[in-house]
Each structure stands twice: as structure tokens, then as C-alpha cells.
């Protein structure tokens, strides 16, 4: 089983349940490109949920789910997308280039999403959490919940968007010290070296003195 929408992109697949997390992020268009956004509407999504799924269980040793979503769910998701790139490009320093949080709201303003969660307590003194809710509610639960366990692991860090602000692809960074920032150094990060570098070859010719001009 795979994850529906990272796929798209051929990322790095994150471990365990923070798949989730990196599933959603990657419904979105990657940069320019012509990609369906997965959220866009109500069969969509509900396509790239149900595969989803699956996957989120079998990663996690979970019974199956099934979850149904309707129109009035895919603002809240598309919101929580938006509010989780955001909060990665923050954690990065970056803006991310995005002026609102889905809802044509500011991002100075837009309040972050929160949710319900149990959290039980077994004989064995074993903790376990379960998402709570239906639709846009059970799922920003789950992806939540996915994301506050993998901070305790020290994973969450490692979950990354992409710098190549035309890609913008949701990545596992999988370097020894935590310090990539392309989804793909081939792709994403030659092209941006290579920019870079014709910007140092213009800026060096414009800074040349013109044969016969005055020193």
C-alpha cells in the first residue's frame, strides 16, 4: 500500500502514521504544475481518502476506517492543509509565499485548527490514542495526533516543504543532520544552483570595468 498523493511527487515516504500528515500536505498542486488538487471536490477527495486509509492503518497496526466526506468538509481540509505549510515554512523561516489559509483569510489572523482526542489508559499501563468525530473532524484528529506523536520521536522536525517554491512538495528529510531542504536535490536543487550561479556570473559581468572606461 502507498500513499495516494505523496506518490504524485516520488518523495521520500515518511515512517509509520506520520504518512498521514504528509498525505495531506501533498494533495495540494505541486507548484505550477497541471496536478489535480485532491481536495478540490467531494469525489476527489473522497478517492484519494479511501486510499489513504488503508495505508494509514496497515502503518500503524490500526483496524480499517472508513471515512465518508461531503462539501461542507473540504474547506476545514483544505484549511488544515494550508495552516500545516504554513506552520512548516514558519518552522524553516520561510513564508512560503502564501497569503491566506485557504479561506481567503490572513494568515496573521487565521486561528490554527484544533481537536478532540482520546487518549486511553490500559491495564498494562500502555497509552493509546483514537481520532474523535466524523467527516473533517475524525481526519484533522488523526493528522494532528499523527503529528504530536512524531514530535515525541523527534521525526515531526524531519517533515519538510520543499524550498523550491514552485514545487512546495511535503518531504522526509532523511539527511544525517536534519539539513535538507529540497524534495529532490537532482530536480528542486540543481535547478535553484544553477540560478544562483547564473545570478554570480551576471552580477560579476555588471561589475567588470568597460575596456577604455576610466579606472
Keep these: 500500500m502507498t500513499w495516494p498523493a505523496t506518490e504524485r511527487y516520488f518523495p521520500t515516504a515518511v515512517p509509520g502514521g506520520l504518512g498521514l500528515v504528509q498525505d495531506i500536505l501533498n494533495t495540494a498542486p505541486s507548484g ?26 496497515e502503518r500503524t497496526g490500526r483496524a480499517a476506517v472508513r471515512l465518508t466526506l461531503t462539501e461542507e468538509d473540504l474547506p476545514k481540509l483544505r484549511q488544515l492543509r494550508e495552516q500545516l505549510r504554513r506552520a512548516l515554512h514558519s518552522r524553516c523561516g520561510s513564508t512560503g509565499g502564501d497569503s491566506d489559509g485557504g479561506d ?31 467527516g473533517w473532524r475524525w481526519l484533522t484528529s488523526a493528522v494532528l495526533c499523527e503529528a504530536l506523536l512524531a514530535q515525541t520521536t523527534g521525526e515531526w522536525r524531519r517533515l519538510k516543504i520543499c524550498r523550491n517554491e514552485r514545487c512546495a512538495t511535503a518531504f522526509y528529510d532523511r539527511s544525517r543532520n536534519n ?37
Excluded: Y
Design 179 to 215: 539539513s535538507g531542504v529540497w524534495h529532490s536535490t537532482r530536480d528542486c536543487g540543481n535547478a535553484a544552483n544553477l540560478r544562483a550561479s547564473r545570478q554570480r556570473r551576471r552580477a560579476g559581468a555588471e561589475a567588470e570595468p568597460t575596456p577604455g572606461g576610466q579606472a
Design 32 to 57: 505550477g504544475a497541471p496536478d489535480a488538487d485532491l481536495l478540490g471536490d467531494v469525489a476527489t477527495a473522497q478517492g484519494w481518502i479511501s486510499a489513504a486509509l488503508p495505508t494509514w492503518a
Design 104 to 134: 481567503g483569510r490572513d494568515n496573521d489572523t487565521a486561528r490554527f485548527t484544533s481537536c478532540a482526542l482520546q487518549v486511553s489508559l490500559h491495564g498494562d499501563a500502555a497509552l493509546t490514542t483514537e481520532p474523535e468525530g466524523e
